[in-house]
Structure formats: C-alpha cells, structure tokens
C-alpha cells in the first residue's frame, strides 16, 4: 500500500515553508531530506515519523511518541500537525539529527 495522494499533497503543503526539501517514494511510504540528510518519513497509515539521536530522543519520550518498527524515528507529536509554530519546532529537531547521524 503506497501514501495516499491526498495525504501526500497534505505532507507537501506542511513541508513546504521548511526550504529545500526532497521527497522521495520509499518502499510505500515517503522520506523527506534537507540537503541530503534524511529528517522524516511518512507511512502507508498517514503518519508522520521523526528523526532522533541521543540530544532529541528524551524529548521525544516525554512526548510518548511512538518508535518506528526498530528505527531511529519518532512518531510526531499530534498537536505538532495543528500548530505551524511547534511543527517547525519539532521538524527543526528532526532535522538537526539527521545532519548529526549522517556519515
């Protein structure tokens, strides 16, 4: 099952005022990437994962999202995708520790 087009347009939209980043088709789902650095996926299931490392994983936790299979991605927070402000927040995160885990 492949992110619906709806769903994806959506997606779009939210990433959009994040700059320079590249959407690619992946194994049914998304993964997005800033500048080569891969930040977040999306599933089949319309959901919307995060990148974490050591700095961001606690904040992650506090939040109780939930881990992608055995992966180092978070779910993201739900009040994340109604408030721009703190979408950005958590994005900025996500990307900062995709920059950091990338070699």
């Not at 194994?27 to 974490?52: H, N």
Request: negative net charge.
């Amino acid at each position: 099952m492949a992110v619906d087009d709806g769903f994806r347009a959506y997606v779009e939209e939210l990433f959009l005022p994040m700059g320079e980043v590249e959407i690619k088709r992946m194994m049914g789902g998304l993964m997005m990437w800033e500048a080569g650095a891969p930040f977040a996926l999306v599933t089949s299931e319309s959901r919307i994962y995060l990148k974490v490392d050591e700095e961001t994983l606690p904040l992650f936790e506090a939040e109780g999202c939930e881990q992608f299979k055995n992966m180092p991605y978070r779910e993201m927070p739900a009040e994340a995708l109604e408030d721009p402000e703190l979408f950005r927040e958590w994005v900025d995160r996500a990307i900062g520790a995709g920059h950091r885990t990338a070699s």
